[in-house]
C-alpha cells in the first residue's frame, strides 16, 4: 500500500498531571476530544494509525517466579501511569518522533514514549501482529 | 473482542463520525443528569460524595475517550462509570446498605435496558426540580444558592463560577462546601414541597434565578461569554420550573418574561468597538423578535391570578420597552405608573432613580431632578454610579454643562467596568465639545455687535 517501506512504532501514552484535566471546563473538554478525534482520524486516513486504545483503570500485576505473586491496580511503580497507546507505520524514527509531538494530550501534561518494535519478532509472526512488513491492518476495517 | 477494541474502531470509523459526534454542552449536560440521577438515589445529604463520582466520571470519559474515540453510547457509558463508582464510594464510606442496593438495583435496570434509552430514564425534570429546590432551600444565602446552582444544575466548573462572582476559585470552593454542609446539616429531603412549604420555597427560588440573571445582565465586561452563559442558564431553569406544575405559577411565568424581554435586547447593547449603548442609542432592529413573542406570552400567562410580584412589574416595563418602535414613542407614562407600583412592592434607591428616568420623560428633567434630590440624600445611592449617571443626563437636557459634567466626572471615577467608564469618557467628550462650540459662538457675538 505505502510506495516507502515503514516500521511500527509504538506511542505510549503516560498522564503525569491529570489535574491538569480535571481542571478543564466541560466545553475545553469537548474542544480536547475533537482535537484527538481530529487527530487519530487524519493518521488513519494516511495509514499511518494502525490500532490504538486506552487502558482501563483497572490491572493486575503478576510478579514471583512461579507466578504467584499477583497485585491488583496497575503497576504502580510509575507516577506516569500509562493511559494507553497507539501503534503506527512511520518511515523512521524521525517521523514517529514528529507524529508524537503532535499528540493533542501535550499541552495538558502528557507524556508520549516512543518505542520502535524490534524487528525479527517470532511472536508477531505467528499471530499477524503488524510488523514492518504488512501496513494497513483489519482492525479499522 | 473487548470493549476497549470496539471503542476505538468505532471512533475511527468515517463513517461511525456523524453518529458518536458530541456537542458542546456534552460533559455539562451529563453532568446535570447524573447529578439528578446519583441525588435521587443516595439523597441530598451526601452532594460531596455525588460531585466527586460525577467530576470522575465526566474525567475517565475525557480520558478513555481522547485515545479511544467517543462510543456508540457516550451517556450511557458515563453513567456506568458513575454507578461503579458511586457504589465503590458507598463501600468506602459504608453508607446505608439500602442506598448500595437501590444503587445496584438501578444499574442492573441500566445494563438490562437498551444503551440508549438508559441514558435519560425519563426522571430528568423531575431530578433536576427536585435539585434546584435543595440548592434554592430558604436557609441557604442567596449568593451561596447560586453558587451552588451553578455547580449542580448547571455544571460549571468552579473556575467558571469564580470568574462569573469575580471571586477566587479557593473562596468559591470554600462557600460550596460550606452550602453542602449545611445541606447535610438540615437534614434535607429530595422531595417536592408542597402546601405553604411549596410557596416559601418557589419564592426562595425565584429570587435564586432572578439573581442568577441579574449577575450574567450586570456584567458587560471581562469574560462576556461566561455573562451570557449565566443569563441562559437562568432562563433555562427557569424553564425547567414551567415544565413542571408545582413551578408552573404566575409568578414563574412573571420572571421568565422578564428574561426573555431583557435578553432580547442584549444584541444591540455593545457598538461594533463593544461600547456599551443606551437604550436612546441602541439599534432596536437588532432586537431578538422571537425571544420577545416568547417574552409577551409569558407575560400574558402571568397575568392569570391575581399575584402582582415584582417580577410583573419589571416584566411589563421590560415589554413596554420592547414593543417601543423608537425611544421618543415609548409609553412612558405607562413605565412610570408600573415603577410607582414597583416603589410600593420593592421600595429600594435603585427602583426610585429608574422611576426619575421615567419621571423625567413624563414631567421634564426639573421634576425628576427634585425627585432625585429627596432620594439622593442617602449615602448609598450616591456612591452608586448609577444615580450620578442620571443626574448628570438630566442636568444635560436642561444645559447645565457643567453641573452635568460634575456628574459624568464622579460616575466615572465610581464606574468599575470599563465599558461602563469608557461611556462616561464619551459624555464628558460631548459635553466639552458642546461647550467648546458654545463658547465660540459667545465669542462671536460681541464681535459681532462691536461691528
Redesign the interface.
Known amino acids: 500500500m505505502s510506495l516507502e517501506p515503514t516500521s511500527p512504532y509504538l506511542l505510549i501514552?503516560r498522564?503525569t498531571s491529570?489535574d491538569l484535566?480535571?481542571?478543564?471546563?466541560?466545553?475545553e473538554?469537548?474542544a480536547?476530544?475533537n482535537r484527538?478525534?481530529a487527530w487519530?482520524?487524519q493518521l488513519?486516513?494516511t495509514g499511518k494509525?494502525v490500532?490504538?486504545?486506552?487502558?482501563?483503570?483497572e490491572g493486575r500485576v503478576v510478579k514471583g517466579p512461579r507466578g504467584r505473586h499477583v497485585v491488583d491496580g496497575p503497576y504502580a511503580e510509575s507516577k506516569e501511569e500509562i493511559?494507553?497507546?497507539?501503534l503506527v507505520n512511520a518511515a523512521d524514527f524521525e517521523e514517529a518522533t514528529a507524529i508524537a509531538g503532535e499528540c493533542?494530550?501535550l499541552p495538558h501534561g502528557m507524556v508520549v514514549e516512543i518505542r520502535p518494535l524490534a524487528d525479527c519478532c517470532a511472536v508477531s509472526r505467528t499471530l499477524e501482529v503488524p510488523s514492518a512488513s504488512s501496513s494497513q491492518h483489519e482492525?479499522?476495517a | 473482542m473487548t470493549a476497549?477494541?470496539e471503542?476505538?474502531?468505532a471512533?475511527?470509523?468515517?463513517d461511525s463520525?456523524q453518529s458518536s459526534e458530541?456537542?458542546?454542552?456534552?460533559?455539562?449536560e451529563q453532568?446535570r443528569r447524573l447529578y439528578g440521577t446519583l441525588t435521587r438515589i443516595l439523597g441530598p445529604r451526601d452532594l460531596s460524595i455525588i460531585e466527586d463520582v460525577v467530576?470522575e466520571a465526566?474525567?475517565?470519559a475525557?480520558?478513555?475517550?481522547?485515545?479511544?474515540?467517543?462510543p456508540d453510547n457516550p451517556a450511557g457509558w458515563i453513567t456506568r462509570v458513575a454507578i461503579n463508582l458511586a457504589r465503590d464510594a458507598m463501600r468506602r464510606t459504608q453508607m446505608a446498605t439500602t442506598k448500595e442496593a437501590a444503587l445496584i438495583a438501578f444499574f442492573e435496570q441500566q445494563e438490562s435496558t437498551p444503551l440508549a434509552a438508559a441514558a435519560g430514564d425519563g426522571k430528568l425534570p423531575d431530578d433536576s426540580l427536585r435539585l434546584l429546590f435543595v440548592c434554592c432551600h430558604p436557609s441557604i444565602s442567596p449568593e451561596a444558592q447560586v453558587m451552588l446552582s451553578l455547580k449542580v444544575l448547571c455544571?460549571?466548573?468552579t473556575?467558571?463560577i469564580a470568574v462569573a462572582f469575580t471571586s477566587s476559585d479557593a473562596a468559591v470552593e470554600k462557600q460550596l462546601a460550606r452550602t453542602k454542609r449545611r445541606i447535610r446539616e438540615l437534614g434535607m429531603a429530595f422531595d417536592l414541597p408542597e402546601g405553604e412549604e411549596l410557596a416559601l420555597r418557589l419564592n426562595s427560588a425565584h429570587i435564586a434565578l432572578y439573581l442568577l440573571f441579574n449577575e450574567g445582565y450586570k456584567a458587560s465586561s471581562g469574560e462576556r461569554p461566561i455573562h451570557e452563559e449565566l443569563c441562559r442558564e437562568a432562563i433555562r431553569l427557569t424553564v425547567l420550573l414551567l415544565d413542571h406544575p408545582v413551578g408552573r405559577t404566575p409568578r414563574s411565568h412573571a420572571l421568565l418574561a422578564l428574561m426573555l424581554l431583557t435578553a432580547a435586547r442584549f444584541p444591540s447593547r455593545l457598538s461594533m468597538s463593544g461600547d456599551l449603548l443606551r437604550l436612546t442609542d441602541q439599534d432596536r432592529t437588532k432586537w431578538d423578535q422571537a425571544l420577545i413573542n416568547r417574552g409577551l406570552f409569558h407575560l400574558g400567562q402571568s397575568a392569570e391570578g391575581d399575584d402582582f410580584s415584582e417580577y410583573h412589574v419589571q416584566a411589563g416595563i421590560a415589554a413596554t420597552h420592547c414593543i417601543a418602535p423608537s425611544y421618543e414613542s415609548t409609553d412612558w407614562s405607562q413605565i412610570l405608573e408600573l415603577y410607582d407600583r414597583l416603589v410600593a412592592i420593592k421600595p429600594t434607591a435603585i427602583v426610585a432613580l429608574n422611576r426619575a428616568v421615567a419621571l423625567s420623560h413624563v414631567k421634564g428633567p426639573e421634576a425628576a431632578l427634585a425627585a432625585l434630590e429627596t432620594i439622593g440624600s442617602g449615602e448609598s445611592l450616591k456612591s452608586h454610579y448609577l444615580f450620578h449617571a442620571v443626574t448628570g443626563e438630566l442636568h444635560s437636557r436642561l444645559n447645565h454643562h457643567e453641573r452635568a459634567a460634575d456628574c459624568f466626572r464622579q460616575a466615572l471615577n465610581l464606574a468599575e467596568l470599563r465599558p461602563e467608564q469608557a461611556h462616561f469618557e464619551r459624555q464628558l467628550e460631548r459635553l466639552y465639545i458642546s461647550r467648546d462650540h458654545r463658547e465660540r459662538e459667545v465669542g462671536h457675538r460681541p464681535a459681532e455687535s462691536h461691528a
Not at chain 1, 83 to 86: A, D, K
Not at chain 2, 22 to 28: A, D, L, N, P, Q
Open positions: 501514552f498522564d491529570p484535566y480535571r481542571a478543564l471546563s466541560p466545553e473538554r469537548v480536547l476530544l484527538w478525534r487519530a482520524h488513519k486516513d494509525l490500532q490504538g486504545s486506552p487502558l482501563a483503570d493511559v494507553g497507546y497507539f493533542p494530550g482492525v479499522f | 476497549e477494541t471503542t476505538v474502531s471512533a475511527s470509523r468515517p463520525a458530541i456537542v458542546e454542552h456534552f460533559f455539562r453532568s467530576q465526566c474525567f475517565r475525557l480520558r478513555t475517550w481522547s485515545i479511544g474515540g467517543i455544571g460549571f466548573t473556575r467558571q
